[in-house]
């Protein structure tokens, strides 16, 4: 075989692994038959179904207020984060500090979970919607400290020395410059965070009180009970919404590369 | 584009007036990051109008330096006087200097006019002089069509222009420029360094210029100062640094030159005073005519330019009391000038530069050639440092 | 160098650092302080489900002879917890294995993809991480299901007869397979942008140098992408060891996995002591990956700048 067609071979295998299964569930959601393995024609009756659900909507309208605000206050942290580890060197106990920041990467979300919600009853506070939302900031904010760190490596800082240069303070030097020119990797670092709370399940489940069920959980619940089309619905929606952002952040990121080619073409017929 | 001669120049040597107040003072200036001392213990003048430059290899500390007056460093000992007054512990955006970045810095979100506004606006001037300032600066570095681009969508030599104009709009005490051609190619560095001479001399302003190419400070300086590990070797006009280097440091940097080490054997006069030296350089018997610096006995370097040194086929004349026999080892042919590289009978490589005055593709002199290296008493120079 | 120190006035500064420090301390420190604390209470059916060791801040000796360590020695005598912690630790190591095994070869090929398709392919493997971990695993349930989608493939190829179903749900595989899907992202990401920074002439002096491409791939490619594949695997390896949702919704009776046994001691039997000792014994076993991790981590955030 040709190097070429073996290349593509080993990544359309991997590919499809990895969409079949997400495929296969959004086709279902369309099936009129209950039983998910008979096809019974296309139907849209378990969205509609799922619409009338209220139990279910109640729980998406929590999630999606937990992960706005999560999101955002996650962002403004994460954000700081980054500028602490990048730009200042002499952070009391750094090490700490930067270890902080990475072990929420890849720590179980079991103990992540179950020690928030000790914290949480330990301070005796009644858990519900907002020990759910400093949760999620609390581990969302690190990857958005991760996404913003990266992009502030590469930022020349003499862009900010020539604000200051040229009389501009350090805080309005921020907003001025260094905050505009760092927003795609903060907007990445929202919608990262943002998804991150839409499908965590685990953490959820710890720290959550009566009244605060979110999506995940309500659909862990059901799914323990068995596979049903009305899932799969509320399951499509979630990957639709999901998709439709992560489609426009790239349509995005196609337009400026296209504008930045365009800018380039100018520069050297500008002379 | 068409070349615009400002003013005639006139001779200005503020340095040399007793009287003159300096326009910027490092006075015992140490940098130091952690155990590296990036500047020791420096002191340096510089007076209002001049065209300054600090030069030395990467490392020196000249950048250090230059940051230190733009107030994004502070000096760990010694202040900096800025008309006469310490501007220690002012930020960088309350300084009246201006500084042109090595990268241009120019920030990519903003037009070219918002960049060059951008000072202005933090001086909260009132709209319609931003507006005229910007005009003007655009008309002085011909800009003005491209005023609504982009840095993305300008070449080099334009980006170059719009850092110039940026950190010239607030009309600064100081301009320091950080290496400011270095991204340019060699034929518009030429073309941009008469340019930044005439801009200067318009406008009246102090520049002060780091670099590290000798020809670019050569060229645009009233006077340099040569940096090595934190310290300033020599300060002096362009003429001076090349013609009377004082150590075989600043000899060796700028340009071409042919250093033998050597003893003082006789001087004709008192240390201090005009006459004739004597040296013995390993049996190479060399007189040199200049201020006598050292006694007798001492270890010096002798040191002369290779455009000083004449080479031929015959037996010199009388005039150079300097001769020495050799053979031609190696010949660098380098268009306007040949450079001879030539084996003296005592082993010694010396090098000499003939210009190419004829066309003739074959030159009279050859390799294996024997051949007369001379010169004159006051060609070469002796050096202590 | 420290250039902050010149030009950025303290206060703003301060706040920069202080406000996410206080906040992770709060919310990230403190919570385990607390978890290894009440792992060395006593189990009391109240609410909260255990009696504080020490209340305020009682003296050092007073708190050392209070400390109780039963429960660590309950799970020490039951073997249950062990086998769940050894089984857990083999499951992590059997799927990262696996997931390097499918990872690599993606990650390669991706990386030797013509330079315009490679920021699609990207973002084809990022795609699934973005969509809701349940759905994933969720998805494989209805293949894997006896009367799922495999089984009626399989049958409609022939190869099953029309009474025999595939017997993989609620088992050990159907546990990998939910494994591999769900973390691949993880180790594709990283070994992806280890091996898109090689250098392509490196190779191509290997070959030069007479060094036949397969050879060059163990001499030169391989050794080069090793961060990515310690980082790859630490990104995968630690949480898989604590994983909770996919033995739970995927697995069998036999799949013993400590994530599980937490969550149950928890939710079900409500024992938080237990549960809390669970955890600071998994923390304590996951302690040298993380720190590996932290390192890698570290060295590129160095590297970088």
């Given at each position: 075989m040709k190097p070429g067609r073996f290349d593509a071979t080993v990544l359309t295998i991997g590919f499809a692994f990895l969409y079949i299964p997400i495929l296969i569930l959004v086709i279902y959601s369309f099936n009129a038959s209950k039983l998910v393995t008979v096809w019974g024609g296309f139907s849209t009756q378990w969205y509609q179904q799922m619409w009338h659900n209220e139990a279910l909507m109640d729980a998406a309208w929590v999630t999606i207020r937990v992960a706005v605000l999560s999101a955002s206050i996650g962002t403004v942290l994460g954000t700081?984060?980054?500028?602490?580890?990048?730009?200042?060197?002499?952070?009391?106990?750094?090490?700490?500090?930067?270890?902080?920041?990475?072990?929420?990467?890849?720590?179980?979300?079991?103990?992540?979970?179950?020690?928030?919600?000790?914290?949480?009853?330990?301070?005796?506070?009644?858990?519900?919607?907002?020990?759910?939302?400093?949760?999620?900031?609390?581990?969302?904010?690190?990857?958005?400290?991760?996404?913003?760190?990266?992009?502030?490596?590469?930022?020349?800082?003499?862009?900010?020395?020539?604000?200051?240069?040229?009389?501009?303070?350090?805080?309005?030097?921020?907003?001025?410059?260094?905050?505009?020119?760092?927003?795609?990797?903060?907007?990445?670092?929202?919608?990262?965070?943002?998804?991150?709370?839409?499908d965590d399940l685990v953490i959820a489940s710890f720290t959550t009180g009566p009244g605060a069920t979110t999506l995940p959980i309500k659909i862990y619940s059901q799914v323990r009970l068995g596979v049903t089309p009305e899932i799969n619905a509320a399951c499509t929606l979630l990957i639709g919404i999901v998709t439709i952002g992560v489609i426009i952040a790239s349509v995005a990121t196609k337009r400026r590369e296209y504008q930045r080619q365009r800018d380039e073409h100018l520069a050297t017929t500008a002379a | 584009m068409a070349k615009s001669l400002g003013p005639v120049k006139r001779k200005f040597t503020p340095w040399t007036d007793p009287g003159a107040q300096p326009f910027i003072r490092f006075e015992n200036i140490t940098k130091r990051f952690g155990n590296f001392v990036a500047v020791d213990n420096l002191t340096l003048d510089i007076y209002e109008k001049e065209f300054f430059s600090l030069l030395g290899p990467s490392g020196c500390g000249k950048t250090t330096l230059m940051r230190m007056l733009a107030g994004f460093e502070e000096p760990t000992e010694g202040r900096i006087l800025?008309?006469?007054?310490?501007?220690?512990?002012?930020?960088?955006?309350?300084?009246?200097?201006?500084?042109?970045?090595?990268?241009?810095?120019?920030?990519?979100?903003?037009?070219?006019?918002?960049?060059?506004?951008?000072?202005?606006?933090?001086?909260?001037?009132?709209?319609?002089?931003?507006?005229?300032?910007?005009?003007?600066?655009?008309?002085?570095?011909?800009?003005?069509?491209?005023?609504?681009?982009?840095?993305?969508?300008?070449?080099?030599?334009?980006?170059?222009?719009?850092?110039?104009?940026?950190?010239?709009?607030?009309?600064?005490?100081v301009l320091l420029l950080d290496e400011p051609l270095g991204a340019l190619d060699r034929k518009l560095r030429e073309e941009t360094q008469f340019e930044l001479m005439d801009i200067q001399h318009t406008l009246g302003l102090t520049f002060l210029i780091v670099t590290h190419d000798q020809e670019e400070a050569m060229t645009v300086s009233d006077r340099i100062a040569v940096m090595d590990k934190g310290i300033i070797v020599q300060v002096a006009t362009p003429?001076?640094?090349?013609?009377?280097?004082?150590?075989?440091?600043?000899?060796?940097?700028?340009?071409?030159?042919?250093?033998?080490?050597?003893?003082v054997v006789s001087t004709s006069a008192a240390a201090g005073q005009a006459g004739r030296l004597a040296l013995d350089c390993d049996g190479l018997k060399v007189a040199v005519e200049q201020e006598c610096p050292a006694l007798a006995g001492n270890t010096v370097a002798f040191a002369i330019r290779p455009e000083k040194v004449r080479i031929s086929l015959d037996t010199p004349a009388q005039t150079d009391v300097n001769a020495v026999r050799g053979?031609?080892?190696?010949?660098?042919?380098?268009?306007?000038?040949?450079?001879?590289?030539?084996?003296?009978?005592?082993?010694?490589?010396?090098?000499?530069?003939?210009?190419?005055?004829?066309?003739?593709?074959?030159?009279?002199?050859?390799?294996?050639?024997?051949?007369?290296?001379?010169?004159?008493?006051?060609?070469?120079?002796?050096?202590?440092? | 160098m420290s250039q902050a120190s010149a030009t950025s006035p303290g206060k703003a500064r301060w706040l920069v650092v202080a406000v996410p420090y206080v906040w992770l301390i709060l919310f990230f420190l403190m919570p385990f302080v607390i978890i290894v604390k009440i792992s060395l209470s006593d189990t009391a059916i109240s609410m909260p489900p255990y009696t504080p060791v020490f209340q305020g801040f009682s003296t050092l000796r007073d708190f050392i002879s209070q400390l109780d360590f039963d429960n660590y020695l309950f799970l020490t005598e039951d073997p249950l917890y062990s086998e769940a912690y050894l089984s857990s630790l083999r499951v992590a190591v059997v799927s990262t294995?696996?997931?390097?095994?499918?990872?690599?070869?993606?990650?390669?090929?991706?990386?030797?993809?013509?330079?315009?398709?490679?920021?699609?392919?990207?973002?084809?493997?990022?795609?699934?991480?973005?969509?809701?971990?349940?759905?994933?695993?969720?998805?494989?349930?209805?293949?894997?299901?006896?009367?799922?989608?495999?089984?009626?493939?399989?049958?409609?190829?022939?190869?099953?007869?029309?009474?025999?179903q595939v017997?993989?749900?609620?088992?050990?595989?159907?546990?990998?397979?939910?494994?591999?899907?769900?973390?691949?992202?993880?180790?594709?990401?990283?070994?992806?942008?280890?091996?898109?920074?090689?250098?392509?002439?490196?190779?191509?002096?290997?070959?030069?140098?007479?060094?036949?491409?397969?050879?060059?791939?163990?001499?030169?490619?391989?050794?080069?992408?090793?961060?990515g594949v310690i980082a790859g695997s630490m990104i995968c390896f630690i949480p898989i060891t604590g994983e909770f949702v996919?033995?739970?919704?995927?697995?069998?009776?036999?799949?013993?996995?400590?994530?599980?046994?937490?969550?149950?001691?928890?939710?079900?039997?409500?024992?938080?002591?237990l549960a809390s000792a669970v955890a600071v014994i998994l923390l304590i076993v996951l302690v040298i990956p993380i720190v590996i991790f932290q390192n890698q981590q570290r060295k590129a955030e160095g590297g970088k700048a």
């Open positions: 700081l984060a980054a500028l602490a580890l990048v730009r200042f060197v002499r952070i009391p106990a750094r090490m700490l500090f930067s270890a902080m920041i990475y072990a929420p990467l890849v720590m179980p979300e079991v103990i992540t979970g179950l020690s928030l919600l000790l914290l949480f009853v330990a301070v005796g506070v009644d858990r519900g919607f907002w020990t759910v939302v400093i949760a999620h900031t609390t581990f969302t904010m690190c990857y958005v400290a991760i996404v913003v760190q990266s992009r502030l490596v590469t930022f020349d800082r003499s862009l900010e020395e020539a604000a200051l240069d040229l009389g501009c303070p350090p805080v309005k030097t921020f907003f001025a410059i260094t905050l505009p020119l760092i927003m795609p990797a903060v907007v990445a670092g929202w919608m990262l965070a943002f998804t991150l709370s839409l | 800025l008309q006469g007054k310490d501007i220690s512990g002012v930020p960088p955006y309350r300084r009246p200097t201006n500084m042109m970045f090595q990268s241009y810095a120019l920030f990519p979100h903003m037009s070219v006019e918002k960049n060059i506004a951008f000072g202005l606006e933090q001086d909260k001037l009132p709209k319609g002089e931003i507006e005229t300032r910007v005009q003007e600066m655009l008309k002085l570095v011909k800009l003005e069509q491209f005023a609504r681009r982009k840095p993305s969508q300008l070449s080099g030599g334009q980006r170059q222009r719009v850092a110039l104009a940026r950190s010239l709009a607030k009309r600064p005490k003429a001076e640094i090349y013609e009377a280097p004082n150590s075989r440091y600043v000899a060796d940097f700028i340009g071409d030159i042919n250093l033998v080490e050597g003893k053979e031609v080892w190696d010949i660098g042919y380098l268009g306007d000038f040949s450079l001879f590289l030539v084996r003296t009978e005592d082993g010694r490589v010396l090098r000499a530069a003939q210009a190419n005055v004829s066309r003739l593709v074959d030159r009279p002199i050859t390799f294996g050639d024997q051949v007369w290296l001379h010169w004159s008493a006051d060609a070469g120079l002796v050096l202590t440092r | 294995l696996l997931l390097l095994l499918v990872g690599y070869p993606m990650a390669l090929c991706m990386a030797r993809a013509n330079h315009g398709i490679r920021p699609t392919l990207v973002m084809l493997v990022i795609l699934p991480f973005w969509t809701s971990f349940l759905i994933r695993v969720y998805a494989w349930i209805g293949i894997l299901k006896p009367e799922g989608l495999l089984t009626l493939l399989l049958q409609s190829l022939h190869l099953y007869g029309p009474d025999e017997q993989i749900f609620r088992t050990q595989t159907a546990v990998y397979i939910g494994i591999v899907y769900s973390y691949l992202p993880f180790m594709v990401l990283p070994l992806y942008s280890a091996l898109e920074k090689l250098d392509g002439t490196l190779l191509e002096a290997a070959n030069d140098l007479g060094c036949p491409p397969w050879k060059a791939f163990w001499k030169i490619t391989f050794p080069l992408s090793l961060p996919i033995p739970d919704l995927l697995g069998g009776a036999q799949t013993l996995m400590i994530g599980k046994t937490l969550w149950t001691e928890f939710f079900g039997n409500r024992d938080w002591p």
